[in-house]
Every structure is written in C-alpha cells, then in structure tokens.
C-alpha cells in the first residue's frame, strides 16, 4: 500500500488555538518544589525564588497557559495560607500526594510571577471540593480587583498593588472522584452556585471552565451540558494513557513491543472521547460556544524505582514523544471545539516537558516535540486526507502515519508527521493542492531503541536533528518524505501563493 497525504493549502478556516499547547503544574511531588521554586537562598541560579534554567528552557515552548495548583490538590488548598509574608505563612499536609509537608512558600504572588517569567497566561484552579463560595470569590477578588477592597488591599499590602491579569479559572477539579465523589447532578448545581461569584472584576474578563468527565463518562458531559451548559465557558475532560492497569501500569523505560503498541493505542483513544463527547455538546451547543478543555492527558507510567510513589516521577522515552504527536495531531484536526489543553505535568511529574536532580536539569522527548510542533500554534489548520498503511503488532493494528497541517501568517505551511512502525523506515508521499511549494526544511526526531531516554549523565541521547539528504524531496507540487522507524518530525514548506 502507498502512504499519501493531501494537504489543502486553500482551504483552511478554523484556527489551532495556541491554548491546545498549555501546561500543567500541580503541587505533586517534584514539580513546584525544586522543579520551579528553590527559594532566594538556593544555591540554583533563580529569579526573586524561581529557578532560572527551567523558566528559560519553558520559554522556547511559547508556553500559552499555565494551569496550578491541581489537580486534586486544588480541592483541598485554601488560597490565603499562601501569600503575605513566607515566614508566617501556615505550613500544610499534601494528602493527596505523599503526606509531605508544604511551607507554602510557593503561592498567588510567586504563581503569577511565574507565569510574567514564563510570557504565559495563568489558569487557576479554584477549591470546590472542600472550599466555600467566599473564599473562590475572595480569591478572584484579591487576584483582579483594582480597588479599593478588602482583597485588593490586602493585596497591595502584600506587595502587589496593580491586579494581575486572569483569564482562565477552573472551578473545581474531578469532582466526580478526588475533588468530592459528586454526581453529575449536585457538581452541575454546585457550578452553576460557585460560579455566580467568579466576578469579573474591572477589565478582567474570566474563561470559566466547569469540571468535565473523567474519559468514556458521557453521562457526566450530558447531564452538565443540559444543566450549566449556559453558565460555562469550557468544559473539561481527563484522560491519561496508562499501557497497563491502575495498579500495575507498566515501565517507563522496560517495556517490550507490545507494550509500546497498546500504549500507542490507547493514546489514539483520544479521537474517539473528544468525537462523542464533543458529539453531546453539539447538541445543546451547535455553534460550538463552550469548548471542550482537555486540561490533564499524557501517560501514566509506575513511578521510578526507588522514588516516592506519591510523587509521580517517571521517565520519557521515545514512546512518550510518539504520544504527545499523536495527541496534538489529533488535537489540532477538532480545533473547533478543542481549545485548550494541558498536559500533566510540566516538571519532574508524569509526562513532564524536564527532569531536575538539584541543580542538574535535562529535556526530555515530550519536550522536543512540543518544540517540535510549536509551529501550529495560531495557525490556520489545513484539511488533509491521509492514506496510511497499518502497523501491525499480532492481531492488531494502528495507522502506520499521523499528520496535521497548518498555514501561518506568512502563508508558509508546517506539516507535522509521526510514523508508528519500529520495524522500518516508510515513505509517506505529500500532494499540496492550491499552492505550490519553493523550498522544503524540517527536523526529525528518533532513536534506535524505542526507550531511549535522556539521563543526567546523557543529557542528549535522544533530540531532533535537521533533515538529512533523502529525508525529504520537493519537486513541484509532490514531497517526497521518507522516515525512521517510530520516529517524529516537522517540515516548513516555503510556498509561492495561492494557485
């Protein structure tokens, strides 16, 4: 069979929302605590406490959003233990996650000068779970009201006299499990209560974003949908790529074919949950008003032999780049109603963008492919037919090829590719139709063996690198590509206009 891909220059009218490309940085294990926040004192190299390589590293991803502090941590923090002076803020019990204790010393002020480093916009998670009404209102009010009031002054006394800026606010997390064991039922009635005071204050218009269902639970998009569904900007969904069971999820590093395959498998399930969920809300919302928010999705893997199982710090291999381009390939072709994603986590958590050991720090292949696929974000996503061949493993099988395409600004096209097969290298032949294409660049990223990792010894043992003679050919209107087994890449096409 051959492999061919058209791509319709001409023809593109949704755009891929940066906002599909955001991040995830719960108080979990790792993540706030060393991974951004080392305090002033730190030996690492930071910024008024957080550390400068990170920050740096995340700002070559365009990071557009930055979702904190949960996760099911969100439903059990209470706002107010963590701003005013550090030496007097109350330290905490993480429950959730190891039973370690938190000085709260990483809170709103050291969040929002996180995302100000970072260029990113921040996305709060308020406490339904075990919070009040007051205090998610209070909390909106100290974060955007101008002033004067109580929490706006109690702001500036705090060091910040202008508001921040808050575009997106959660309001609660997985309420149908960690966040509160609710039904879909009391949670819709719940939102519809605590989202009344989710004011926006002066010119601060808030997003707000109902908590969705956990996978394949379309009852709970229903019910919410013909319930609140007016009352909500967004509506989330979670849903993690777990190869194995929850008990025995599998290997981040140690895993054979077969688990590299259903773990490609289960990642392509995604199509699936936002097509049927996203099916529900077409009908109570047919112009596509509330988006679907797929704010937690990555893989779950057992945690790292030797390090706290609270603390969800596993490794990223070759087979967690093929997941994230999976991911956002299918992201970026249901842009019309997904609009926002995070990935879980950001650092040193699940399928983290970078591991930290003290003051030593890697990137990771989920890194690189977010570099990688950056190119799409606010692009004009182009219709494409892709005709692929299977790879099979046994009695079952995946496409061999995914791809997702895009025009910018400047009218070049970008083609993001991901080829599945670890046996062999394939041919994936390219028809651009409505413009025709000067000049061909791209990158590709492989390894030989599927769970090739970077570690803090071999920091670079797996990266992109640039397209080599034979990787691509251009000739007219047909690009020839050829890729690696289980391989990633992107190509930026120069074009010569619309024909």
């Not at 706002?79 to 010393?105: C, F, L, Q």
């Not at 010119?203 to 394949?216: D, M, Q, T, V």
């Not at 603390?311 to 992201?331: C, E, H, P, S, W």
């Not at 063996?449 to 990266?463: C, G, Q, R």
Request: charged fraction near 20%.
């Amino acid at each position: 069979m051959t492999n061919t891909l058209t791509i319709n220059a001409d023809q593109g009218t949704n755009t891929i929302d940066p906002h599909i490309y955001g991040h995830f940085a719960e108080h979990l294990g790792r993540c706030i605590y060393e991974g951004f926040w080392v305090g002033e004192d730190s030996d690492i190299p930071n910024t008024r406490g957080i550390r400068n390589d990170v920050v740096e590293a995340l700002k070559k991803l365009h990071i557009p959003n930055l979702r904190w502090p949960g996760g099911c941590f969100a439903d059990e923090y209470h706002w107010k233990d963590g701003v005013g002076p550090r030496e007097n803020r109350a330290s905490i019990v993480n429950t959730h996650w190891g039973s370690v204790t938190e000085n709260n010393h990483f809170g709103t002020h050291e969040f929002f000068d996180l995302c100000e480093m970072l260029g990113t916009a921040p996305y709060i998670c308020g406490n339904v779970g075990s919070g009040t009404v007051q205090e998610m209102s209070e909390w909106v009010e100290y974060c955007t009201h101008t002033g004067p009031s109580p929490m706006a002054d109690w702001r500036a006394r705090n060091g910040r006299k202008e508001p921040w800026q808050l575009p997106f606010f959660g309001v609660g997390n997985e309420s149908w499990g960690c966040g509160g064991n609710m039904r879909p039922e009391f949670y819709a009635d719940e939102y519809r209560r605590y989202q009344t005071y989710v004011r926006h204050y002066d010119k601060n218009k808030i997003f707000k974003i109902a908590c969705g269902a956990n996978s394949a639970d379309y009852e709970w998009t229903e019910v919410l949908m013909r319930r609140a569904g007016g009352h909500m900007d967004g509506l989330s969904l979670h849903f993690y790529t777990v190869p194995g069971e929850w008990k025995k999820k599998g290997s981040a590093t140690q895993f054979d074919q077969a688990e590299y395959f259903i773990t490609l498998q289960k990642a392509l399930k995604m199509e699936e949950l936002i097509q049927r969920h996203g099916g529900i809300m077409d009908r109570y919302d047919p112009k596509k008003r509330v988006a679907l928010i797929v704010d937690e999705w990555g893989t779950w893997f057992d945690v790292e032999e030797g390090t706290n199982p609270g603390f969800l710090y596993q490794q990223n291999t070759l087979r967690d780049a093929l997941v994230a381009g999976l991911t956002l390939n299918i992201f970026n072709a249901h842009c019309d109603r997904v609009r926002m994603a995070n990935i879980a986590q950001t650092v040193n958590v699940l399928q983290a963008m970078i591991l930290t050991d003290g003051a030593k720090m890697i990137l990771t292949p989920t890194y690189h492919v977010f570099e990688m696929w950056k190119v799409h974000q606010g692009a004009t996503m182009l219709p494409i037919h892709l005709s692929s061949e299977d790879y099979r493993h046994e009695d079952k099988q995946i496409p061999a090829w995914s791809a997702s395409a895009s025009k910018d600004g400047a009218g070049r096209i970008h083609l993001t590719v991901c080829h599945t097969n670890p046996s062999q290298s394939a041919t994936l032949s390219v028809e651009l139709r409505g413009t025709k294409a000067a000049s061909v660049s791209g990158r590709i990223m492989t390894a030989n063996e599927l769970n090739t990792h970077n570690t803090f010894d071999n920091a670079e043992a797996i990266a992109p690198r640039d397209l080599n003679e034979g990787d691509a050919h251009l000739e007219g209107d047909r690009l020839t590509l050829t890729l690696p087994p289980a391989s990633v890449a992107v190509f930026t096409l120069e074009t010569q206009g619309v024909m």
